[in-house]
């Protein structure tokens, strides 16, 4: 069964705006560099303004591909860029093993 990686993170409501910006402009160098690793099946960005967070969430093969996220240089250097804009990860970042799927 798949893995499903979730990277959950919350921001102030007035730092909206410029933290969705960015995140929409990831995808210029978050996709190219993801479709570099095996084992992807899908990966999701997304950003929620009535709770103030962001999610990427993904599904991977298994949970040594869902684990090559922890060193992609091009995720690592877009988190420090989210941190200082006022972006709070959880962490550790959780890799869920599927039990079931629709």
């Known amino acids: ?5 979730i990277s959950r993170g919350s921001f102030k409501p007035e730092d909206y705006e410029r933290i969705k910006v960015r995140l ?9 560099a993801i479709r570099t690793l ?8 997304g950003i929620d303004p009535t709770t103030n967070t962001m999610v990427n969430v993904s599904v991977w093969k298994s949970l040594a591909d869902a684990k090559e996220m922890e060193t992609l240089t091009p995720m690592l250097a877009l988190a420090g ?3 200082k804009l006022g972006v709070v990860f959880e962490r550790p970042i959780a890799n869920y093993e599927t039990l079931w799927q629709i």
């Open 1 to 5: 069964m798949p893995v499903v990686r």
């Open 24 to 32: 929409d402009e990831s995808e210029q160098t978050l996709v190219p």
């Open 38 to 45: 095996g084992g992807c099946v899908h990966y999701w960005a």
């Open 81 to 83: 860029e989210f941190v």
